[in-house]
């Protein structure tokens, strides 16, 4: 009985050899699309899990923002003493600390508006986030000091 189906499926294949063929070529081109789908989505997942592998486990940022969406007070930011009191208490937990400013607005250049961001550092903030400097240097500690008037711009 097997025999038998075995020869009946072999003489329709010859028979129908264009179905036949199209319907392999069907099945192959399926088949190698989807390994080719999962291939490219678990080379991508392993990129970005690389990518932010490191992202946060030796760094925290705190954002303070009022609850109730309204403006700021000074008194809803950290001020020095406040500061110093937490590297004394995590003295050995924190290698770096420092305040942050930002500021975000447009900017009119020509007839053209143009979106930019403004953050002001300290000297030794590359020691924290990498800056890829592709011309100039970074800021040192006597510009920060000496409140010289320099920018770095990152692109």
Do not use: C
């Amino acid at each position: 009985m097997l025999l038998e189906n075995m020869f009946m499926a072999l003489h329709a294949i010859k028979a129908n050899k264009m179905r036949s063929f199209l319907t392999m070529l069907g099945i192959i081109i399926g088949i190698g699309s989807v390994i080719a789908i999962v291939s490219i989505g678990d080379t991508m997942r392993s990129m970005v899990a690389d990518l932010y592998a490191n992202v946060g486990m030796t760094r925290a940022i705190i954002y303070i923002w009022p609850s109730d969406g309204g403006d700021m007070r000074d008194s809803d930011y950290f001020n020095l003493e406040q500061m110093e009191r937490i590297k004394e208490v995590f003295h050995d937990d924190i290698e770096y600390m420092d305040t942050n400013a930002y500021y975000s607005s447009e900017a009119l250049f020509g007839r053209k508006k143009v979106k930019f961001q403004f953050q002001g550092i300290d000297y030794n903030y590359p020691d924290v986030q990498k800056i890829n400097i592709l011309y100039g240097r970074n800021l040192n500690e006597a510009d920060i000091k000496g409140r010289k008037k320099n920018v770095v711009l990152e692109a």
